[in-house]
């Protein structure tokens, strides 16, 4: 009894009830948060942000799934055993060194015992028979428990602080958008106009020396991204031209029409798809000692990141080039805003890797957290 603790049976009821209290009080806050940001969204007419909202829950919905899943089935799972002929070291996250390190660093006390089961999560409460092994101990299940809830927690989080953020810079233009919409009539004359914005617009993007070289204009692109994002210039430029492609008056939105899409890309964005899925486990089959497979991944957003600045930073180069070579009479009609300036063809790569980013840094920082969650329990 000392050892296993007590039952429920055994437990007063003030202490159940409390615990109860509280885990019910935790969910009904956020079940009632979400209902009123989703009843904001509604009012508010932000169908994309909605179904963003939705996907959230689906996720969150996905995870408690996974939650009761382990927690009814850990003990049945740690009870299957398998020969101990297929475990090998090779596909340990530690080397046998590592484990004997730790012994004699702990002086062979009882404790080290309770190291190496935290580490490996060597017991389980069913005991095989000699030559066999649980195929995943109980308390290698608990970790993994512990790790999937942290993943989902910090994807929600990092796909919160994304549109904040998003939405925090997109903002920051509406003041452009306000000053051209206020302009009088006589300066929305198309010629007088066009040749202002866009000769402003084609000096910070084409008049550098290495724009006339392909090759120097990537190392140009990739150098102009630690700049800044968009200028006053870049944007009144990109309003003229979409204004002007799809034949709309120029008191058109544009602003709004850049939120709307921003929230369905957000839409699109959120959750965590069956790829990153199979990812996030492809992930985990690997990570045994010697490739050091999380160290080297964590690289990966930090040069997508660059790739993808560098893309953008590109494909508006490529346009302010397009101005420079146009030879008609009217210089607005020549800012054409297409797919095929951006990889293959298709802006949808760029959000697949954004989309990546999110993922893996939430991986990476759910990996750092566990981490943290085993260390302290270490040193308990």
């Known amino acids: 009894m000392a050892e296993e603790g007590r039952s429920l049976a055994e437990t007063p009821t003030w202490s159940v009830a409390t615990v109860t209290t509280l885990m019910v009080a935790a969910c009904f806050l956020i079940e009632r948060s979400l209902s009123r940001l989703a009843k904001w969204l509604r009012k508010t007419k932000r ?21 009761l899943l382990l927690s009814q089935t850990a003990r049945w799972i740690s009870e299957i055993c398998v ?40 017991q389980s409460m069913h005991v095989c028979d000699e030559g066999h092994e649980p195929f ?22 990092y796909s919160f602080v994304t549109v ?35 000769s402003t617009f084609v000096f910070h993007h084409a008049s550098h020396p290495w724009s006339k070289s392909k090759i120097l204009l990537w190392m140009l692109c990739f150098l102009r991204q630690f700049k800044g994002s968009i200028k006053k210039s870049d944007y009144m430029a990109l309003r003229l031209g979409f204004i002007t492609y799809h034949k709309l008056p120029h008191s058109y939105d544009f602003h709004k029409y850049m939120v709307r899409s921003m929230e369905d890309d957000y839409n699109g964005s959120v959750g965590i798809s069956w790829p990153l899925w199979a990812y996030a486990i492809i992930c985990i089959f690997v990570n045994v000692h010697g490739l050091n497979i999380y160290f080297w991944l964590s690289f990966a957003p930090v040069i997508i990141v660059l790739l ?10 490529q346009l302010a080039l397009e101005v420079v070579e146009a030879t ?7 800012l054409k805003l297409r797919d095929d300036l ?5 802006p949808r790569v760029l959000w697949w890797l954004i989309q990546f980013i999110s993922f893996q840094n939430a991986f990476e920082m759910a990996t750092f957290l566990w981490s943290l969650v085993r260390i302290t329990l270490i040193c308990d």
């Open 164 to 198: 904040v953020l998003s939405m925090i810079k997109i903002y920051s233009w509406r003041k452009w958008e306000t000053q051209a919409c206020t302009l009088s009539r006589e300066q929305l004359q198309p010629r007088r106009k066009v040749m202002r914005r866009q």
């Open 47 to 67: 169908k994309a942000m909605l179904a963003a909202l939705e996907k959230i829950r689906e996720e969150l919905m996905l995870l408690g799934v996974i939650s």
């Open 136 to 157: 995943v101990s109980y308390e290698g299940l608990e970790q993994l428990h512990r790790f999937l809830f942290i993943l989902g927690f910090t994807h929600v989080l």
């Open 342 to 346: 951006f990889w293959f063809g298709k």
């Open 308 to 317: 993808v600045g560098t893309e953008l930073q590109h494909v508006v180069a």
């Open 328 to 334: 008609a009479t009217n210089v607005g009609t020549q």
């Open 83 to 122: 020969p101990s002929t297929l475990f090998t070291s090779k596909f340990y996250m530690c080397t046998e060194k590592d484990f004997a390190d730790l012994d004699h660093h702990g002086d062979g006390t009882a404790n080290d015992t309770h190291i190496a089961r935290i580490l490996v999560g060597g």
